[in-house]
């Protein structure tokens, strides 16, 4: 269905139709799941590309790409089509038992399009799993269950993946349930509001920390076994590490004889300007995450290894020790093989990258000169508009963001406050989006501040 590619608003948002859904959700759905107030939610009813049309026919601009999936356009026709032919064919198989073709191409595509020598992968269905993956083959291959992470951190919130992730409010509730095996160390952010050292200095006073925590635990029970980084962190508001910290991380890896991962769930697929972020700084590590952009739509994620770590599981010996029932799902496959096909045919990765700097360049010119932006920061169609309170550099602007959001919304514009305290405006449209989308974005961003402007002026 073709939709118009700028918003159209007809009715109040939320409109009638989405405000007695929202009520009917409420009886039907545990509370904790999806927020609901009198500006909260619109439900979607279908897209195209860029755009999204509720259930009270207005149509809004996404600049999420609903959490970073639908890298190359929701409801891409070619990706579409190739799941149709797939589901008119086999809609399911046994994965671990007796699999699909498909699960071979894709691996094999997988093999092909991911940097260094990562060369055989373990399917999964969430980018949480693919985490969880992870952990698990760097504890089979080192025997030590410890993890470093860092501030900022979201790998995810299965049980697994919660081990990795930073954020307290998500690990407070079920503290009890995890083992002391986490080391959460600072994040060294290149671009933070109100840098009191070099980035040398905090690339040098972190990779130090680390080495130093892989050293103390070496003499416990709990030895450092891997290390886990989002090259660029994604919820954790579009933070790019200094440059060298990657580099730095790899040589602690090697030095200790600990395994690298990289949660690329996020950042893969082209999101910031390369296939994959760590290819920025053509930092290898020994298992890549990988997810939501790798089919578009349909959920199936990957761990992908080297093979002298995925080795180190052995050979099936009947029963796998580790899968799931949709492991290799043949949608998920057929999907996936037609999303690397359309990226590459389309150059998106490139797309994302020179578009992606235009959309910096005019936010950075057109919104700076507001008092309560802090850092506008981005690579490729990953960016991050922070927001922080005049006169108080390091107390996030919370209300401000989710106010922006909201009123945002009601304009066309469907986007999301990030990082631990929300204060974050995290723009990650599809790739496809167009300078014309662009432009109208920051236009009615520039509308809503300079609202909000007078509002704390009067």
Known sequence: MKLPSLPVIKTLIPGPHSKKMASDLRRYECPQITYIDKDFPVFWESADLCSIQDVDGNIYLDLTAAFGVANCGHNNPVINRAAKKQMDKLTHGMGDVHPTPLKIDLARELARITPGNLSLSIFSSSGSEAVDTALKTAFMATG????????GAYHGLTLGALNATAWEMFRKPFAPLLPSIHHILPFPDCSPVGRQLTEDQQCERILANTRQTVKKQAKTSQ?????????????????????????????????????LIFDEVYTGFGRTGNWFACE????????????????????????????????????????AIHTSTFLGHPVGCAMGLATIKEMEKKNIPTQSRENGSYFLNLLNSTLRKYDFVGNIRGRGMMIGLELINPGSLNVPATETAIQIVKKSLKKGLILLASGEYSNILCLTPPLVITRKQIDFSVTVLNEIFTEISKGRTQ
């Open 144 to 151: 030590k269950p410890g993890i470093i992470s860092f501030e």
């Open 280 to 319: 920025e700084e053509k930092v290898i590590p020994d298992l890549l995450c990988i997810g939501k952009g790798m089919s578009n739509g349909f959920p199936i994620s990957a761990c992908i290894g080297k093979r002298k770590v995925m080795d180190q599981w052995g050979p099936s010996q009947g029963e």
């Open 223 to 259: 030895p450092i076994g891997s290390i886990m980084i989002e090259p660029v962190q994604g919820r954790g508001g579009s933070r790019i590490p200094v440059k060298g910290f990657l580099k730095g991380l790899r040589d602690i890896a090697d030095e200790y004889e600990l395994l």
